[in-house]
């Protein structure tokens, strides 16, 4: 397995500060995002995720044997350890050998789209960042950068909202 050192920190237990965990399920975002960490692992929650119904996103159950193993090159032994991890990390449930995506699962396979958008749009980021940096101390004109936004941005309203709504608060 090809972890980062922080998820094998995670997986074997030590609690670290970065890792805040919750106090009802000893849960962190650190550990969830372990789950979901490697490529293969992160396959085979998108495969969960999307081999349900597209307008529910998580809603219909699927068959465990609907998820292709050698899709993912996974061996049986992999398919299964990463499979009990999102199943312990309540990302996905199981109900008679079907497959779906819990609510945290939900949103954690919403936000990872987001991210994945935002990578796509990186260098549309980075023009952002270097017309604020321009700027004085005081920063942009929370109506200028609204404009760049939108003009740099214009149809993925999923960051535009983040970007915007993150500069309001400074």
């Known amino acids: 397995?090809?972890?980062?050192?922080?998820?094998?920190?995670?997986?074997?237990?030590?609690?670290?500060?970065?890792?805040?965990?919750?106090?009802?399920?000893?849960?962190s975002v650190a550990m969830v995002l372990c789950a979901i960490s490697d490529d293969k692992s992160l396959s085979l929650f998108r495969s969960i995720a999307n081999s349900s119904d597209s307008t529910s996103v998580g809603h219909q159950p699927i068959d465990e044997s609907r998820i292709s193993m050698s899709y993912i090159n996974l061996t049986p032994n992999?398919?299964?350890?990463?499979?009990?991890?999102?199943?312990?990390?309540?990302l996905i449930?199981?109900?008679?050998?079907r497959y779906s995506l819990s609510s945290l699962g939900r949103i954690?396979?919403?936000?990872?789209?987001?991210?994945?958008i935002a990578i796509q749009?990186?260098?549309?980021?980075?023009?952002?960042?270097?017309?604020?940096?321009?700027f004085t101390e005081?920063?942009?004109?929370?109506?200028?950068?609204?404009k760049y936004v939108n003009a740099l941005l214009g149809d993925r309203?999923?960051?535009?909202?983040?970007?915007?709504h993150s500069y309001v608060k400074k």
């Open 157 to 164: 309203v999923e960051i535009k909202n983040i970007l915007l």
């Open 108 to 116: 954690l396979y919403e936000t990872q789209n987001t991210i994945d």
């Open 93 to 97: 449930n199981r109900r008679k050998a």
């Open 78 to 90: 992999q398919y299964y350890s990463r499979i009990n991890r999102l199943r312990s990390m309540g």
């Open 138 to 146: 005081e920063g942009m004109p929370f109506e200028d950068r609204n």
């Open 1 to 27: 397995m090809c972890y980062s050192y922080l998820c094998r920190i995670v997986h074997i237990g030590i609690n670290l500060d970065v890792s805040r965990t919750t106090e009802s399920e000893g849960l």
């Open 121 to 134: 749009n990186r260098w549309k980021l980075v023009t952002l960042d270097s017309l604020e940096s321009a």
